[in-house]
């Protein structure tokens, strides 16, 4: 999105991944990420392309009329909470109504994820919140609008976000209260963790009070997966040794 509109093509996106992929793999693969043997670069590379191709079938780049990429969002506070984030792309949309910023995240890895009704939606949240950050940059005068666009191919979609003031207001309100407990979690240095897959990756397996605690009848806040994980670490040395 950041080449002029007429060069953004499937081709141009191909040679970027291509001219990125010389650049970060040198002959000195030991020291450089990521370090493919020669004879993966093919996988990696179908890899990164089923991972963005999608895009193409959302949109016509060349038709984006771009406001920023990649805008820093600091020095922001949103119901008095700290607030940092980058915002992949804010388009300029202009229609009987009037000129709209929408605001759109890429997701490259994930395909729409399923939401039961009523459930909180987190990339959803993270779009409203990206909305009320931009707002106070640009001015609330704006009109904004927000989509997520989940660009792997054969399964993309452009989903928009809703920005009815009731939907804002509750994912204010959510973010203030994620603050809270963080705050709480680190006055009591205690924090509570939720096991998945990735638990196989990480090097705390061997002493995660969440692996090794057994399931309590009835107790739905955690899924054990005691003697399920095979740490892919499994040594965990301490600063202190
Ligand atoms: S092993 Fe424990 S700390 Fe590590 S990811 Fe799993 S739940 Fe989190």
């Known amino acids: 999105m950041k080449l002029a509109r007429t060069k953004r093509t499937p081709l141009a996106?191909?040679?970027?991944?291509?001219?990125?992929?010389?650049?970060?793999?040198?002959?000195?693969?030991?020291?450089?990420?990521?370090?493919?043997?020669?004879?993966?670069?093919p996988e990696w590379l179908a890899l990164v392309d089923?991972?963005?191709?999608?895009?193409f079938g959302?949109?016509?780049?060349?038709?984006?009329?771009?406001?920023?990429?990649e805008l820093r969002l600091d020095d922001v506070f949103i119901g008095a909470v700290p607030f940092k984030g980058f915002i992949d792309l804010i388009s300029?949309?202009?229609?009987?109504?009037?000129?709209?910023?929408e605001v759109v995240d890429f997701k490259t890895g994930a395909r729409v994820p399923y939401v039961?009704?009523?459930?909180?939606?987190?990339?959803?949240?993270?779009?409203r919140l990206y909305r009320i950050g931009l707002a106070q940059k640009l001015g609330g005068d704006r009109l904004f609008r927000g989509s997520v666009y989940y660009t792997r191919d054969k399964l993309?979609?452009?989903?928009?976000?809703?920005?009815?003031?009731?939907?804002?207001?509750?994912?204010?309100?959510?973010?203030?209260?994620?603050?809270?407990?963080?705050?709480?979690y680190a006055e009591d240095a205690a924090w509570p963790a939720r096991t998945s897959p990735l638990c196989g990756w990480c090097p705390l397996t061997p002493i995660?009070?969440?692996?090794v605690r057994p399931v309590v009848a009835g107790d739905r806040s955690v899924k054990s997966v005691a003697g399920q994980v095979?740490?892919?670490?499994?040594?965990?040395?301490?600063?202190?040794?």
């Open 13 to 41: 996106a191909r040679t970027i991944t291509y001219r990125l992929t010389a650049e970060l793999t040198p002959p000195n693969l030991a020291q450089r990420w990521p370090g493919l043997p020669v004879d993966r670069y």
């Open 50 to 55: 089923a991972a963005f191709m999608g895009l």
């Open 58 to 69: 959302i949109v016509d780049p060349r038709q984006v009329l771009v406001h920023k990429t």
């Open 92 to 101: 300029q949309v202009d229609d009987d109504t009037g000129r709209w910023l």
């Open 116 to 127: 039961p009704p009523g459930q909180i939606n987190d990339h959803h949240d993270q779009i």
């Open 156 to 184: 993309a979609k452009a989903v928009p976000v809703s920005m009815r003031g009731p939907d804002l207001d509750a994912t204010v309100r959510r973010f203030g209260s994620a603050w809270r407990r963080l705050n709480r």
């Open 208 to 211: 995660c009070a969440w692996i």
């Open 230 to 241: 095979e740490p892919a670490i499994r040594t965990f040395r301490s600063s202190a040794s």
